[in-house]
Nanobody
Framework: QVQLVESGGGLVQPGGSLRLSCTAS????????MGWYRQAPGKQRELVAS???????NYLESVKDRFTISRDNAKNTVYLQMNSLKPEDTAVYYC??????????WGQGTQVTVSS
């Protein structure tokens, strides 16, 4: 059973930055395309960014040039650097397989709130 633990969220003003981290409990992570997802209240979960084991990335159009996904395979960790944050980025952020479904079990997520 894969366990995913997200961290790094918080309250930030518009224009601010946050760096999210997600650590997986198993080394299978190293060969997986990993993704960051988010779910805002009343909305469906959406894929924000994905990253192959070799570092190739894809982004949701609305976060391009603001968010950067990266990974450290030796640490089974994937990161999401978020800059120029907007109120519409407010959501709970999760990591998981970038090509699901199927997905690994979801972690608890990390809350990102962008507000003045």
């Amino acid at each position: 059973q894969v366990q995913l633990v997200e961290s790094g969220g918080g309250l930030v003003q518009p224009g601010g930055s946050l760096r999210l981290s997600c650590t997986a409990s198993v080394s299978i992570f190293r060969n997986a395309i990993m993704g960051w997802y988010r779910q805002a209240p009343g909305k469906q979960r959406e894929l924000v960014a994905s990253c192959t084991s070799g570092g190739r990335t894809n982004y949701l159009e609305s976060v391009k040039d603001r968010f950067t996904i990266s990974r450290d395979n030796a640490k089974n960790t994937v990161y999401l650097q978020m800059n120029s944050l907007k109120p519409e980025d407010t959501a709970v952020y999760y990591c998981n397989i970038g090509t699901g479904p199927p997905f690994w079990s979801w972690g608890q997520g990390t809350q990102v709130t962008v507000s003045s």
